[in-house]
């Protein structure tokens, strides 16, 4: 037994389950998407698609396909095309920048302030500093969010960490040294 599952039975603590982790998660990207499409207008919303719909066209276009030479007509092309492209990504490349933002301050307020997300409110169960078993100190909060934004929602590696681990401690769980127990 080493000190942490001496320290969980002592004080009679269950870590949440996988399922209950996983399925909290799904909750908050719900919540996330739900207030991004609030708060977007329906101009930004347009963007977007014209975005997606320019990518789309690109790569489905005949001239990407076509053999290019130095005439001033293929130029003309080639100028549209990167025009166009360059506009498409910068407005995904935001769009993208905004869902980030959003999710490390809604995960780092709510954990720091509630010891829980909405989904893991909902779930009855919460995040702890694995030393003391209280609620995460604001440094550890936003080291958390911050990790479990690029580890885990970026990459997902930080997930399948969690998979392998006894306590089902993610790399977001294990660099800010937290764990999530039943509430």
């Known amino acids: 037994m080493d000190r942490l599952e001496t320290d969980l039975y002592r004080e009679?603590?269950?870590?949440?389950?996988?399922?209950?982790?996983?399925?909290?998660?799904?909750?908050?990207?719900i919540i996330i998407a739900l207030i991004i499409t609030t708060f977007f207008s329906n101009a930004q919303k347009q963007k977007i698609e014209n975005a997606q719909n320019i990518i789309k066209k690109t790569y489905n276009a005949n001239y990407t396909k076509a053999q290019l030479s130095s005439t001033p007509d293929n130029s003309a092309i080639l100028e549209n095309l990167r025009i166009t492209t360059k506009e498409a990504l910068d407005t995904l490349l935001l769009f993208l920048a905004i869902h980030i933002g959003?999710?490390?301050?809604?995960?780092?307020?709510?954990?720091?302030?509630?010891?829980?997300?909405?989904?893991?409110?909902?779930?009855?169960?919460?995040?702890?500093?694995?030393?003391?078993?209280?609620?995460?100190?604001?440094?550890?909060?936003?080291?958390?969010?911050?990790?479990?934004?690029?580890?885990?929602?970026l990459l997902y590696v930080g997930f399948i960490f969690g998979l392998f681990d006894k306590y089902y401690r993610t790399i977001h769980d294990k660099m800010s040294n937290t764990i999530v127990i039943v509430a």
């Open 102 to 153: 959003l999710q490390i301050v809604y995960h780092f307020i709510l954990v720091y302030l509630y010891g829980a997300t909405l989904g893991q409110i909902l779930l009855r169960i919460r995040v702890v500093d694995s030393n003391n078993f209280d609620k995460p100190t604001l440094h550890v909060c936003m080291k958390r969010s911050i990790f479990k934004c690029f580890f885990g929602t």
């Open 12 to 29: 009679n603590i269950r870590i949440a389950s996988a399922i209950s982790r996983v399925s909290a998660y799904v909750i908050d990207t």
